[in-house]
């Protein structure tokens, strides 16, 4: 007898429980109307057979497939090399196995796989999807908006379409940056640059505005786009030490640009922060620890982004509970920033 074979069915827990299929489904479904002395019996018989839900069968009757899409708008070799990525990944899929779902993660590399992702979701395969990383000019929210899948965006998205319904979970990006800066200038630092993350995001431009919102006459020489990247930061804090040779404190977009600027100042001979203060900003800890010195920074959570994500798209896709009042349509949620003093201002 095969493996397949002996698996219990929904009739043996039926029988093992002394109730009706129907009674049983509706209990392994999640239906309503089974009194609780039933549900008990059910839950028990369901353990002492080891009876798996056939997921296929439960999806006809639920509508629904437990699993919520992960979609990434970077390619593969920036994913797995920036621990951001990891840490909102985490906090997603910690919410998502606490709730029985399952995670798809997918990725895009270019204008067909943006393609690919847009008929995926629009194929029925998921309940919903978590999007973060997109880029100005980004088709995957149309594509998305086209499909018709329930979405949480992770970052303020910000595009041409139609906005209403958008749910986001973003940080205090611009509120952060200003933070930062006020921090070197009370430090008494006065030609102060700012190295930019890629200015066709949303964050990137919120922190730029921060800078400027404190740095109000700033040198516009004082400010290079990055790319969030420690090469980027490196190649950044060059071109800054070409132009403004007299810089005192540089503000970088994140930790990693940060820790490339770290890395071409001590090459020049700059000490860190006697001549040059840094800040960065997201206070990841396996970069803001190690770099040297360690690396003063503006802290967001991360992990608790990815969480709070996937708890909004879940409780957007309760409407059963939405209807009956038990919860309400979930709204944007723009988490606060903290900065943490360390060695470098």
Not at 115 to 124: D, E, K, P, S, W
Not at 189 to 212: E, M, P
Request: net charge negative.
């Amino acid at each position: 007898m095969t493996d397949t074979a002996q698996r219990p069915t929904l009739e043996a827990v039926a029988a093992r429980a002394g109730v009706s299929r129907a009674t049983v489904s509706r209990v392994v479904n999640g239906g309503d109307g089974v009194r609780e002395p039933l549900v008990e019996r059910v839950r028990k018989a369901v353990e002492e057979l080891g009876y798996v839900p056939n997921q296929a069968a439960r999806s006809l009757v639920t509508r629904r497939h437990d699993a919520i899409a992960v979609v990434v708008a970077e390619p593969e070799t920036r994913v797995f090399a920036d621990p951001f990525f990891a840490l909102q990944l985490r906090g997603i899929s910690k919410e998502l196995t606490a709730h029985d779902n399952q995670l798809v993660l997918l990725l895009t590399e270019g204008r067909d796989d943006h393609a690919r992702v847009g008929r995926y979701l629009a194929g029925g395969h998921v309940d919903g999807a978590l999007v973060f990383s997109l880029h100005l000019d980004d088709p995957l929210p149309g594509l998305i908006q086209h499909a018709g899948v329930p979405t949480v965006f992770g970052g303020r998205p910000d595009w041409s379409g139609d906005r209403r319904g958008v749910v986001y979970v973003d940080s205090d990006n611009r509120g952060g940056a200003r933070d930062a800066v006020r921090h070197l200038v009370g430090l008494g630092r006065s030609r102060i640059a700012h190295i930019t993350g890629a200015l066709d995001q949303t964050s990137a431009v919120d922190r730029l505005d921060g800078y400027r919102d404190v740095m109000v006459d700033a040198d516009p020489r004082l400010i290079v786009e990055g790319d969030f990247t420690p090469a980027g930061g490196e190649r950044a804090m060059r071109e800054l030490l070409v132009r403004c040779p007299d810089l005192d404190a540089v503000f970088a977009a994140n930790d990693l640009t940060a820790a490339g600027a770290l890395r071409v100042l001590r090459e020049s001979g700059r000490r860190v922060p006697e001549d040059v203060a840094v800040v960065g900003f997201d206070d990841m800890l396996p970069v803001a620890e190690q770099t040297e010195p360690s690396l003063t920074t503006v802290r967001q959570d991360i992990e608790e982004m990815g969480r709070l994500m996937a708890r909004l798209l879940l409780r957007g896709l309760d409407r059963h509970a939405v209807e009956q009042g038990v919860g309400a349509a979930p709204s944007s949620v723009v988490l606060p920033t903290t900065l943490v003093r360390r060695a470098s201002a």
